[in-house]
């Protein structure tokens, strides 16, 4: 029963901060001062500049995976990292990431980017396309060919796209998956950040391009732009707690609606949504599919249907979605750390998974920890 000391550990939902010289080394001299770059803004406050704008660098740890300033108790104004020194080095150096991976006893990581928030929705902003694609293929390409290319058997390759132009999307999923991407970090609801909704059928080549390579689409919650809206005297934890439904509302977007029927082979994951939920959502979801007829509900297919062909999730502590795997599907299911944010379990993620595992049978239990996240990220194990 549970999980065995060699079954390896796969998380599908980690963070990278991205170093200093990420995109000064690699973009065009023409686009270097317009693109990426750090600058200080304080007294031990840096912040990135990008096309004109500064945006504070900040980072959510908790106190394992960032130094509190003297006096801090990591809330009010020192909830946020604003500075490199701040972090613990496995937040930013992919070397001392590895060997933070080797403590947690975590085998694999996917990484989804900081600056670029989680899907590279940044790079909506600021009016020169030109240096934003530029940006954008800076970053593809320094996560493929130095952290992914370092370490191949501990990073699954994952993308970010150019959201303003669909096209554009679809030709850099193809480029990156050439390279050896694996997964493309998307955005879970379009529609808030100006561009079209996912059913509006303007993203029909995006999600050819997936399926036709085989790339994942990982909808991180939150790359709508927001997590659930509380009241204003409400703390941000709520949101927090609840960020599940998040994914909810792409699920119930994306099985109700005609979006991806056409659309067999293609995966979709649920970044960092949990899975306890599922097993109600699917239910209400289906209850609401067989008694609607509303304009816009797709006719073929239960969307409980679509959730088996086309979507996988993740969990960190979700004994709800354990104890209910047989609703959700034990093939559906895998983990995540989310190292380094406030999440992470950090240096005892294994220990961690392997209690809420604990009355799992073993071949269940390595299919949530490791083999499902290699089958749906194509990412086989390396003989030694």
């Known amino acids: 029963m549970a999980l065995t000391p060699s079954t390896p550990i796969i998380s599908v939902d980690d963070h990278i901060i991205e170093p200093p010289d990420v995109w000064q080394s690699r973009l065009p001299a023409r686009y270097r001062e317009a693109g990426p770059r750090i600058v200080e803004r304080g007294p031990r406050e840096l912040a990135w500049s990008y096309q004109g704008q500064l945006?504070?660098?900040?980072?959510?740890?908790?106190?394992?995976?960032?130094?509190f300033r003297e006096g801090g108790d990591g809330r009010g104004a020192d909830l946020f990292a604003r500075h490199y020194d701040d972090m613990i080095d496995a937040a930013y150096d992919v070397d001392a990431r590895v060997a933070a991976m080797d403590r947690d006893g975590v085998h694999a990581q996917l990484l989804f980017p900081t600056f670029p928030r989680f899907a590279g929705t940044r790079f909506l902003e600021g009016a020169d396309r030109d240096v934003a694609l530029a940006s954008v293929i800076a970053w593809n390409d320094w996560i493929l060919?130095?952290?992914c290319a370092k370490y191949p058997d501990r990073f699954i390759p994952q993308v970010i796209l150019p959201l303003w132009d669909p096209a554009l999307a679809a030709a850099e999923i193809r480029r990156t998956a050439e390279k050896g991407a694996r997964s493309v970090a998307f955005c879970e609801n379009p529609s808030p950040m100006g561009l079209p909704s996912l059913p509006s059928g303007q993203w029909a080549p995006v999600f050819a391009a997936a399926e036709e390579t085989e790339v994942v689409l990982s909808m991180h919650i939150g790359t709508s732009g927001s997590l659930p809206q509380t009241s204003p005297e409400a703390p941000d934890s709520v949101g927090i707690?609840?960020?599940?439904?998040n994914s909810m509302l792409v699920l119930g977007e994306l099985t109700l609606t005609d979006?991806?029927?056409?659309?067999?082979?293609?995966?979709?994951?649920?970044?960092?949504?949990?899975?306890?939920?599922?097993?109600?959502?699917?239910?209400?979801?289906?209850?609401t599919w067989a008694r609607s007829r509303y304009e816009g509900v797709q006719q073929k297919m239960k969307p409980s249907e679509i959730y088996r062909r086309n979507f996988w999730t993740c969990i960190i502590a979700d004994r709800a979605a354990v104890v209910a795997r047989d609703v959700i599907g034990v093939d559906k299911l895998m983990l995540e750390t989310d190292f380094p944010h406030n999440d992470?379990?950090?240096?005892?993620?294994?220990?961690?998974?392997?209690?809420?595992?604990?009355?799992?049978?073993?071949d269940e239990a390595r299919m949530i920890a490791e083999t499902n996240a290699r089958s749906l990220y194509r990412f086989p194990a390396r003989s030694s």
């Open 55 to 67: 945006y504070p660098l900040l980072f959510q740890g908790n106190t394992q995976t960032r130094k």
């Open 145 to 147: 060919d130095e952290i």
């Open 241 to 245: 707690a609840l960020c599940g439904v």
């Open 259 to 287: 979006t991806i029927l056409a659309y067999p082979k293609l995966r979709i994951a649920l970044s960092e949504g949990g899975a306890g939920w599922l097993p109600y959502a699917l239910e209400r979801l289906d209850y």
């Open 344 to 362: 992470s379990n950090f240096p005892n993620s294994r220990k961690v998974v392997s209690d809420m595992l604990a009355d799992v049978p073993e």
